[in-house]
């Protein structure tokens, strides 16, 4: 039987994208700039801001980060009453394909 996943419910949702939002750039730099011994503990690394980690042959590194203004943008339309909903018709369509 297919384990079933319960979606997040909106207070959950507003307390991620808050958490993503304020999100340290570091342990992203650290990966990119540092050998890997220099890197102390790559599991414990806050990497949750980094959407993109990218190491050329010749050397070049190339990072990408969540959006803060547009997270923070949407955050705002969420807190806000015509926010909720569209977190609302967003559960919706969640629940929709994957239920």
């Not at 340290?24 to 890197?39: I, K, M, N, Q, S």
Request: glycine letters at 10%; one cysteine or more; charged letters at 35%.
């Amino acid at each position: 039987m297919a384990k079933t996943t319960r979606l997040p419910d909106r207070e959950q949702i507003i307390r991620r994208m808050w958490r993503l939002a304020n999100a340290e750039a570091g342990d992203a730099v650290r990966l990119a700039c540092f050998p890997a011994e220099e890197w102390r503990g790559a599991e414990g690394m806050d990497l949750d801001a980094l959407t993109e980690f990218k190491r050329g042959s010749n050397g070049v590194v190339e990072l990408k980060f969540v959006d803060r203004g547009r997270l923070l943008e949407r955050l705002l339309d969420t807190v806000d009453h015509s926010g909720e909903v569209q977190v609302d018709r967003f559960l919706q369509a969640m629940e929709e394909q994957g239920g």
